[in-house]
């Protein structure tokens, strides 16, 4: 069989297809799954590239998020059966509760564990989901990470409601679900973006205003305006050091900063006294469990939600792939097809 591998330079142009023995036989508790379809995170940029903490060893199979095919399944699995479609789960350790540092352990496609850029995996039962019926092999595959994602942010903010008004940064995938998410359930939402041309299609899909972030730096101002002065209720900041301020600012009192990214540094100045004076609330968040995963799958078929694809590539494209992710140009996920 095929699989990517991350190459010792962790130069993602290097990123090629690999022949390797076929995984074999499922054990106790395992399945056996052909890959159908995987969807790409700025994570799996990280990985490959071997930024800080998420440096692999080289050689792991980068990828955490994938759809496939059962093919056969080990002793005592009752949860699948072969030819059922499943989805991968980042940390397939995490099944329901609070996350805990065992819980933490293993996640897909990182330093600790081979993820899903392969034809053929080996992986445990309960790290895995029914895929829904109504969606393709690469819609399904964008939800584990980036819609698990948003929807841990909404939900733990109590911004699932209608007369709530959320702030989203960007136009990638967890921005995207974000905003789907957000208007399924008939809040105000808005978007940040360096480009006009992306904040008109935001408007197209349906948010309710636009800010662009190049134009002004103090951008959090126009974000209180448009709000009559109050601000939002849920700021969901993909930045990190380039934006947790602004997000900061223009988050209403008491409300909440859902930090769910760093793609401009791991390492951010804050100003205190803007979060304890107005009662805000900063919440970490890390995708989520699986039984909060199973509950968005339903609300989302019964919302009827379709996830935005912008491009899909073929497997030996893996490199081109990640590239495309990497320049930022894309609205919605970029995937992978086998």
Known sequence: MRQIEVPASYNLNELTPVERPDPGQPGPGQVLIRMKAVSLNFRDLMVVTGCDRWMPPAGRVPGSDGVGDVLMVGDGVTR???GDRVMTTILPK????????????GGLGGPAADGVLAEQLVLDAEGLVLAPRYLSDVQAATLPTAALTAWHAITRADALRPDATILVGGTGGVSLFALQIGLAASARVIVTSSSNDKIDQMKTLGAYAGVNYCDD??????????????????????????????SIRATAMG???????LVGGLQATINLAEIFQRNLRLDGIETGSRTMLEAMLTWFE??????????????????????YLKAGEHIGKVCIAY
């Open 255 to 261: 409300g909440a900063v859902a930090i769910v990214g």
């Open 80 to 82: 699948f059966t072969p």
């Open 94 to 105: 995490w099944i329901n509760g609070p996350l805990t540092p065992e819980k933490r352990t």
């Open 217 to 246: 730096t103090a951008w959090a101002d126009q974000v209180v305006s448009i709000t009559q002065g109050r601000g939002v209720d849920l700021a969901i900041d993909i930045g990190g050091a380039s934006s947790l301020n602004e």
């Open 302 to 323: 019964c919302k009827a939600i379709i996830p935005s694809v912008d491009r899909v590539f073929s497997f030996n494209e893996s490199a081109a792939a990640l590239n």
